[in-house]
């Protein structure tokens, strides 16, 4: 257990609809990363947010935003969803206070999102 | 931006062998290579990391090989078990500065 929860679990909606993924990170970790894993595919970062703060952006949709609370949680909404949207997305988190050994990130059980 | 490579995609040893993965970067001023293992449908967990300023890291059964000149490094999986079979991921970052770059993955396959 990587100290790192989402929920749900899995999520099953339609073409069109907005759903919402949930992420809280390990105690004490401030930054929170966001990735989408197609079926056998890699890893694709979607974006990161620090104390609150969006710190750097990937391939991200204009139909996809998140944000970080200032209890630290995070949450990554998906609106107008396609077909092509189902997927695994992960959330990790890592330290990055600056010291050795705070930028690893740990990953989530994931969320596994089918658009049907 | 950050670029890194890895290979082969997909591998298949039998048990007992050693499986070698490989990943090169393209950002000089990267200082940190993890290698994360993935189980179908589970989490990318961390089995090994590196940092810029040592070569080599051992733990147990695996060791990772860090190049800085020729901007590359490796996973070494010795005496391969069915266990090991998993898509394995390198990643590198500027600590504090860049978050991870992965790789494209590697499926390892294990045959008993």
């Known amino acids: 257990d990587s100290g790192v929860t989402q929920t749900p679990k899995h999520l099953i909606t339609a073409t069109g609809q907005r759903v919402t993924l949930r992420c809280s990170p390990r105690s004490g970790d401030l930054s929170v990363y966001w990735y989408q894993q197609s079926l056998d595919q890699g890893l694709q970062f979607l974006i990161q947010?620090?104390?609150?703060?969006?710190?750097a952006k990937g391939n991200i949709l204009e139909r996809f935003s998140a944000q970080q609370f200032p209890d630290l949680h995070s949450e990554l909404n998906l609106s107008s969803l396609e077909l092509g949207d189902s997927a695994l997305y992960f959330c990790a988190s890592s330290d990055l206070t600056g010291g050795l050994g705070t930028d690893t990130q740990y990953f989530g059980p994931g969320t596994r999102l089918t658009v049907l | 931006g950050e670029n890194v490579e890895q290979h082969p995609s997909t591998l298949s040893v039998q048990e007992g062998d050693s499986a070698v993965i490989k990943c090169t970067y393209s950002d000089s001023a990267s200082n940190y290579f993890p290698w994360y293992k993935q189980e179908l449908g589970k989490r990318p967990q961390l089995i090994i990391d590196?940092?810029?300023?040592?070569g080599e890291k051992k733990d147990q059964r695996i060791a990772v090989t860090l190049n800085k000149t020729a901007k590359h490094f490796s996973l070494h999986i010795t005496e391969t078990q069915p266990e090991d079979s998993a898509v394995y991921f390198c990643a590198a970052s500027l600590t504090g500065r860049r978050a991870l770059t992965f790789g494209s993955g590697t499926r390892l396959q294990v045959q008993p």
């Open positions: 947010y620090y104390n609150g703060e969006e710190r």
């Open positions: 590196i940092r810029s300023n040592v």
